[in-house]
């Protein structure tokens, strides 16, 4: 067995009381959440989670359009359908679906031919 070393740390009661319930549930110990933690830190060279004012719940950062995209949001060139079936409707009549390589008027990857 590798050797160990004692780690202490202070947190909020209700803030321990509550992640060792949610551990439990999954059936983890804290000491073995701080194992793996550090597992990670070590395999990343850093921290395993983004650390950011910005992240979600999820611990993801939220999509930030770069000034391209938020051009084309603001032009609105897209055209708009009442349903999914004018949608596919004009998907079927448009002429531009024959280069599937250009990804132009089309949303089917460039690998797979659309039904006609």
């Known amino acids: 067995m590798p050797k160990t070393a004692l780690f202490r740390a202070r947190v909020d009661a209700r803030r321990k009381k509550?992640?060792?319930r949610i551990l439990?549930?999954?059936g983890l110990t804290p000491?073995?959440?701080v194992n793996m933690v550090f597992a990670q830190v070590e395999l990343k060279n850093g921290l395993p989670?983004?650390?950011?004012?910005?992240?979600t719940d999820d611990g993801y950062?939220?999509?930030?359009?770069?000034?391209?995209?938020?051009?084309?949001?603001?032009?609105?060139?897209?055209?708009r359908f009442s349903s999914p079936e004018a949608?596919?409707?004009?998907?079927?009549?448009?002429?531009?679906r024959t280069d599937h390589r250009?990804?132009?008027?089309?949303?089917?990857?460039p690998h797979r031919k659309l039904r006609a």
């Open 87 to 96: 949608f596919l409707a004009d998907l079927k009549s448009s002429k531009d």
């Open 18 to 20: 509550n992640a060792e």
């Open 49 to 55: 989670f983004a650390v950011n004012a910005f992240a």
């Open 102 to 109: 250009a990804g132009e008027g089309t949303f089917a990857p």
């Open 24 to 26: 439990a549930k999954v």
């Open 61 to 79: 950062l939220p999509h930030v359009p770069n000034a391209e995209t938020l051009k084309a949001i603001k032009e609105k060139a897209g055209k």
């Open 31 to 33: 000491g073995q959440l």
